[in-house]
T-cell receptor
Framework: AQSVAQPEDQVNVAEGNPLTVKCTYS??????LFWYVQYPNRGLQFLLK??????LVKGSYGFEAEFNKSQTSFHLKKPSALVSDSALYFC??????????FGGGTRLMVKP | DTAVSQTPKYLVTQMGNDKSIKCEQN?????MYWYKQDSKKFLKIMFS???????INETVPNRFSPKSPDKAHLNLHINSLELGDSAVYFC?????????????FGPGTRLTVT
């Protein structure tokens, strides 16, 4: 069975400061890892993914994530947060099958 | 030119009724999904279809019946609605079955059962 944990229900950060949203996973075999963002009353939008190769992956809107195999983590980062980044962020894992398993989500609040 | 669209956006109905939600994607994708997001925002897959064939049925009550008339459409019919069915239902699509493909989500259908 595969699972994803997002240990923080909410992350608060001031605009302009760096942000990190944490994600750890459990899966057999090599993981495919994803980050999605959900704005209020909207569907999920794909941000970035790790499949193989460089552990640091870059995605939309200036976000990046670092894959750490030894710590089974895939934390989402951004060097300088914007108020418009405030949203619900989901980490997800797939082990090359067809079933994407999502974490519980982390609400990011960026204050001006 | 919406990539994945769902209708209706809101659905309010009484217990025991039957309702349908429609989904269409214009991305040319082979695989489509239904997800349920509960009131705590937890997302869980319900079904996936590949080229109109059911691939995943994740322990969903048989009151829920998906139907894919063609690759671009995946509809969800729900019989005998219950209070616990209240949730937001998302349709999604991806290029194929392989786990490396990202999924594209529709805007969601908020179902309220009274």
């Amino acid at each position: 069975a595969q699972s994803v944990a997002q240990p923080e229900d909410q992350v608060n950060v001031a605009e302009g400061n760096p942000l990190t949203v944490k994600c750890t996973y459990s899966v057999s075999g090599n993981p495919y890892l994803f980050w999605y963002v959900q704005y209020p009353n909207r569907g999920l939008q794909f941000l970035l993914k790790y499949i193989t190769g460089d552990n640091l992956v870059k995605g939309s809107y200036g976000f990046e994530a670092e894959f750490n195999k030894s710590q089974t983590s895939f934390h989402l980062k951004k060097p300088s947060a914007l108020v418009s980044d405030s949203a619900l962020y989901f980490c997800a894992v797939n082990n090359a099958g067809n079933m994407l398993t999502f974490g519980g989500g982390t609400r990011l609040m960026v204050k001006p | 030119d919406t990539a994945v669209s769902q209708t209706p956006k809101y659905l309010v109905t009484q217990m025991g009724n039957d309702k349908s939600i429609k989904c269409e994607q214009n991305l040319g994708h082979d695989t489509m999904y239904w997800y349920k997001q509960d009131s705590k925002k937890f997302l869980k897959i319900m079904f996936s279809y590949n080229n109109k064939e059911l691939i995943i049925n994740e322990t969903v009550p048989n009151r829920f019946s998906p139907k894919s008339p063609d690759k671009a459409h995946l509809n969800l019919h729900i019989n005998s609605l219950e209070l616990g069915d209240s949730a937001v239902y998302f349709c999604a699509s991806s290029r194929g079955l392989a786990g490396a493909y990202e999924q594209y989500f529709g805007p969601g259908t908020r179902l309220t059962v009274t």
